[in-house]
């Protein structure tokens, strides 16, 4: 692929992600947003916002990469010819949405048959946008364009580890996760995808999530590849078509909490 190419990639991208922000951000902090719940026994709430944003990044593609296939979570599969896939997740973390936390983000990822090679996590109120891929990784925001590098030399007890929910999956899963959060020195939860920019930016050391869908992951993955850390499942697999997943900013503590996970779960 030429550079000219990967470019067009990114622009088609970027054209997704402030399509998506321009229709997410009137509902943010409203109070009248009202939430569908997708679980019979439990809370899964999507919003008229997940499904205006995902729209609006389909009509991007239609109009600019018809010949694509696309993954989204709201209105599932699209086949296409190119053998490349757009993987979407218009608002990953509504619950933080309908909550008003701005730790939610718009996920794009551009996928082969080896999973993802260029992605975005965007979050839309903060203005920050992490992307990798094709050899960049950077975050745009606020403060001007930076540099995404994870953090190099850090061990299990001197890292910080993320999770969104306490549970971690079922108890099996859950009982893995503890195991590790036992290790190191900080543990903090509910931050969504924002973990994985922040892992990305060098802020944290790990990332551990189960029960996850391939849209939820494979935007965070290029990212955190591109800015060099390790993205895989808990027994060391590749992890974009979704489940288990450990992000890890270096491949010490990827490996020592690896070690853990693969003998409690």
């Keep these: 692929m030429t550079p000219s190419e990967q470019q067009n990639l990114y622009d088609v991208a970027f054209a997704m992600a402030d399509a998506a922000r321009s229709v997410i951000l009137p509902y943010f902090r409203t109070s009248d947003l009202s ?20 729209r609006a990044m389909r009509a991007v593609l239609a109009e600019r990469r018809p010949q694509d296939g696309i993954l989204g979570e709201e209105f599932g599969s699209q086949d296409g010819q190119s053998g490349l896939t757009w993987v979407t997740d218009p608002i990953d973390g509504t619950r933080g949405f309908l909550s008003g936390t701005p ?14 090679i ?17 050899g960049r990784a950077e975050v745009q ?29 079922t108890p099996v899963e859950g ?19 924002y ?13 551990i999530e189960a029960g996850l869908n391939a849209y939820d992951i494979q935007g965070p993955i290029a990212v955190i590849e591109a800015a060099g850390g390790i993205v895989t499942d808990w027994q060391g697999g590749p992890a974009h078509h ?14 020592q909490a690896l070690d ?3 003998q409690v779960s």
């Design 103 to 116: 730790t939610w983000g718009v996920l794009i990822a551009l996928s082969d048959t080896n999973g993802p």
């Design 195 to 207: 973990a994985y920019a922040l892992l990305a930016l060098g802020q944290v050391d790990l990332v």
């Design 175 to 193: 009982a893995a996760f503890k195991a590790v959060s036992a290790e190191v020195k900080l543990t903090r939860f509910g931050m969504d995808c």
């Design 242 to 255: 979704g489940g288990r997943a450990l992000a890890a900013a270096n491949p010490k503590v990827h490996a």
């Design 260 to 262: 853990i996970l693969k």
């Design 118 to 134: 260029m992605g975005i996590v965007d979050q839309p109120y903060i203005g920050e946008r992490f992307i990798g891929g094709f």
């Design 35 to 54: 939430a569908d719940n997708k679980l019979a026994d439990g809370f899964d709430p999507v919003t008229e916002a997940d499904r205006a944003a995902e």
């Design 141 to 169: 925001g606020p403060h001007g364009t930076h540099t995404l590098a994870t953090r190099k030399n850090s061990s299990l007890k001197d890292a910080i580890l993320f999770t969104t929910f306490p549970e971690v999956g």
